[in-house]
Nanobody
Framework: QVQLVESGGGSVQAGGSLTLSCAHA????????MGWFRQAPGKEREGVAV???????SYAESVKGRFTIAKDNAKNTLALQMNNLKPEDSAMYYC??????????????????WGQGTQVTVSS
């Protein structure tokens, strides 16, 4: 059974940093697309960053230059380093696994396994 378990969320002030981590099954990130999505109250879930099996990445325009997605295949973890956080980054963040063929589109319809989420709150 595929499981994705997020950790690392919390509360920070604007301008601060957080690193999210997602633990996954062995070889998952080496074979599939992995990504981070987020959902704020009253809003649709949106793609934040993805990384395909070859290590190519794609980011939402709103986080480019501030967030970095990375995977460690030896440790079976996916990370999202978030710098210069803004109040509008506040949301529940989800780790997801999906189709490698459509990975870089950053569209949740191509992702089929989801974690439970970790909350990120950024205060001004």
């Amino acid at each position: 059974q595929v499981q994705l378990v997020e950790s690392g969320g919390g509360s920070v002030q604007a301008g601060g940093s957080l690193t999210l981590s997602c633990a996954h099954a062995q070889d998952t990130a080496a074979r599939y697309c992995m990504g981070w999505f987020r959902q704020a109250p009253g809003k649709e879930r949106e793609g934040v960053a993805v990384i395909d099996s070859d290590g190519t990445t794609s980011y939402a325009e709103s986080v480019k230059g501030r967030f970095t997605i990375a995977k460690d295949n030896a440790k079976n973890t996916l990370a999202l380093q978030m710098n210069n956080l803004k109040p509008e980054d506040s949301a529940m963040y989800y780790c997801a696994e999906g189709s490698d063929d459509f990975c870089l589109i950053l569209d949740q319809v191509y992702f089929y396994t989801w974690g439970q989420g970790t909350q990120v709150t950024v205060s001004s």
